[in-house]
């Protein structure tokens, strides 16, 4: 079309020159040459017009939609859009805790109560419904909006605007985001190998705040650095937001022969709102398809925390390892502490120190089918299916384990016989040790099927003794084990 269009619009143009010249008498050869020169000067604007609408239409023929998991349109001006969204439906059985003393109630509504019985059995949940888009801008900027629609209410996922220029290795990330933590949190929900994350990111409050992340990925992608700040989740409705965070994480991941490594760790700096100077540790039993939490802290008079964690895992082949580990330094609040003016604990629970808590699993994963787990850039990626369903093939099969540890019990104020006030000396928040197993299906790259089984050992925690200060020696049953088993089913699609 756009070699047609030209000669026309050059034959339409000369035309009137050439209706002009055979309407008048012979010209002298200077006239002549004026002509030839005006219609040389007409002839060069035009080509410089087909020459802009041919890129016009270039751009145009470049924006037809592609195709990956989900339409999506990119233009040559660096714009582009893609829909996208994530459904996963979880259903589940939740056993009721084996081996509790006759004395440890197995009843009740509230953390120190006992166990909430109308929590647990056989269950159903949208763990997520989530839909959104993202894309590209010119000059590097990018974006990506995400709305979490599950439980009939309106959540707020990744809400957030990038930056890198082209070429450079910096990039500048804002909006509503994950601060930065563990490898678990860090990768998203999508292509985790347990239906979730590591007891740390329950029991210590991960959450997506608002704010702003830095970082650096050497161009050869072997190592990278960020750090950020962060307020509060968007979803805070309370006009106070003034609790805040920093975080810096690192990581190195070099290749050994066929071996992907991943080297990492991470800081995270904490801080209450002034209003409510608490913080509360809890983790249900490995699944969302019951809100119990067995272990659970109470809420803590705190200013805040410090998290420091560590990271490793390998790739080898259709084999992976992983293991983290994070640990907690609270910065307790005594009962003799001064508020400001409309600030305030928000707990009647004040320490006589400051206690530390710890998190940390174990992961061994296998591909039945040949495939090889996805990592890119310090978390772990989609894993491409070699032979999908669609092809005649079974899909991808991967099996996993895990030992996952999670410790919220902690003596602090030194010897358990001295008490100040008020002050509490022993947190008994529980512990628990999870023994997970889980069975993958990727019939194609964009559906997954998962079952999992989790068996729960805990020890002390709200539904052995409430959360309560002691003098010596601990009360009978204080730290009375029990058993919890769970099995569930996860059905997932993403776009």
Do not use: C
Not at 114 to 119: E, I, Y
């Amino acid at each position: 079309m756009k070699h047609r269009l030209a000669p026309a619009l050059l034959l339409a143009s000369a035309l009137p020159l050439a209706t002009a010249a055979h309407g008048e008498e012979t010209s002298p050869a200077s006239d002549t040459s004026a002509q030839i020169e005006a219609l040389k000067a007409q002839v060069e604007a035009l080509q410089t017009q087909v020459k802009a609408l041919s890129a016009k239409v270039g751009k145009v023929e470049k924006a037809e939609p592609g195709w990956k998991g989900a339409p999506s349109w990119a233009g040559t001006d660096g714009w582009s859009f893609k829909p996208k969204g994530v459904l996963q439906f979880d259903a589940g059985y939740v056993s009721l805790p084996r081996k509790i003393a006759g004395l440890v109630p197995v009843s009740g509504t509230s953390p120190g109560n006992g166990v909430n019985t109308n929590n647990l059995g056989w269950n159903t949940r949208a763990r997520r419904l989530i839909v959104g888009v993202e894309g590209t801008m010119p000059a590097g900027f990018g974006y990506k909006f995400e709305l979490e629609m599950s439980q009939g209410s309106v959540g707020y996922e990744d809400l957030i605007i990038t930056w890198q220029k082209p070429g450079s290795p910096w990039s500048v990330t804002l909006g509503h985001q994950y601060p930065l933590s563990s490898l678990e949190l860090m990768t998203s929900n999508r292509f985790t190998s347990f239906m979730e994350r590591g007891g740390a990111v329950d029991a210590f409050n991960y959450g997506r705040r608002v704010g702003g992340t830095l970082a650096y990925v050497d161009p050869k992608a072997i190592w990278g650095i960020a750090a950020g700040v962060y307020s509060e989740d968007i979803g805070n409705t309370n006009v106070a937001r003034t609790g805040w965070q920093a975080s810096i994480r690192g990581y190195a991941s070099p290749k050994l022969g066929n071996v992907q490594t991943h080297f990492g760790f991470n800081y995270q700096h904490r801080v209450s709102p002034t209003d409510a100077q608490n913080v509360r540790y809890r983790q249900r039993p490995y699944t969302q398809v019951s809100n119990e939490r067995f272990i659970d802290t109470g809420a803590i008079a705190a200013k805040g925390d410090d998290i420091l964690g560590g990271e490793m895992a390998l790739v080898y082949r259709s084999l992976h390892f992983a293991s983290e580990y994070q640990h907690v330094w609270v910065h307790g609040l005594g009962s003799g502490h001064v508020f400001g003016i409309n600030n305030g604990a928000g707990t009647t629970n004040f320490l006589a120190g400051d206690p530390q808590f710890r998190s940390g699993y174990v992961e061994l994963g296998y591909f039945l089918t040949g495939e090889t787990r996805g990592y890119k850039s310090g978390r772990w990626d989609r894993t491409k299916v070699l032979h999908p369903i669609t092809d005649g093939g079974m899909g991808a099969v991967q099996i996993n384990g895990r030992l996952d540890v999670t410790d919220l019990n902690d003596r602090i104020g030194g010897p358990a016989t001295v008490l100040a006030g008020n002050n509490i000396t022993y947190v008994n928040g529980g512990t628990s040790k999870g023994y997970e197993a889980s069975l993958i299906w990727l019939p194609i790259d964009y559906v997954k099927l998962m079952v999992q089984y989790a068996h729960m050992d805990v020890s002390g925690g709200p539904s052995a003794r409430a959360f309560s200060r002691f003098t010596s020696p601990l009360p009978s049953g204080f730290l009375h084990g029990y058993g919890v088993d769970s099995v569930s089913l996860r059905t997932q699609l993403d776009f």
